[in-house]
């Protein structure tokens, strides 16, 4: 069983930056993909950035391109999602997801593609 565990949310201001967290635990990682997605209220949950432990090809939404940085530490099995330039639009409920087995960026933005998920933080940005 794998546990994801998110932290880093909060409020900030329209521009500034905010670092999400995900500690996984309870395999190893190494063959996984690691997924960013978010989910706004009234709307449906998306896709916002992967990495690939392997490697560490990352991929990214359109929406975040240049904004956002995802990135990982093997070493403590935990993935960052640095958040920068934040925009009115951003504010939802970040979500980090695992997905066992990813060799290449190809499907990490489909969502029931992923295997275990985490419960969630919240961001929030004042204008």
């Known amino acids: 069983q794998v546990q994801l565990v998110e932290s880093g949310g909060g409020l900030v201001q329209a521009g500034g930056s905010l670092r999400l967290s995900c500690a996984a635990s309870?395999?190893?990682?190494?063959?996984?993909?690691m997924g960013w997605f978010r989910q706004a209220p009234g709307k449906e949950r998306e896709f916002v950035a992967a990495?690939?432990?392997?490697?560490?090809?990352?991929y990214y939404a359109d929406s975040v391109k240049g904004r956002f940085t995802i990135s990982g530490d093997n070493a403590k099995n935990t993935v960052y999602l640095q958040m920068n330039s934040l925009k009115p639009e951003d504010p939802a409920v970040y979500y980090c997801?695992?997905?066992?087995?990813?060799?290449?960026?190809?499907?990490?933005?489909?969502?029931?593609?992923?295997?275990?998920w985490g419960q969630g933080t919240q961001v929030t940005v004042s204008s």
């Open positions: 309870g395999r190893t990682f190494s063959s996984y993909a």
């Open positions: 997801a695992a997905k066992v087995r990813a060799a290449t960026t190809r499907g990490l933005e489909i969502e029931r593609l992923y295997d275990y």
């Open positions: 990495i690939i432990w392997s490697g560490g090809s990352t």
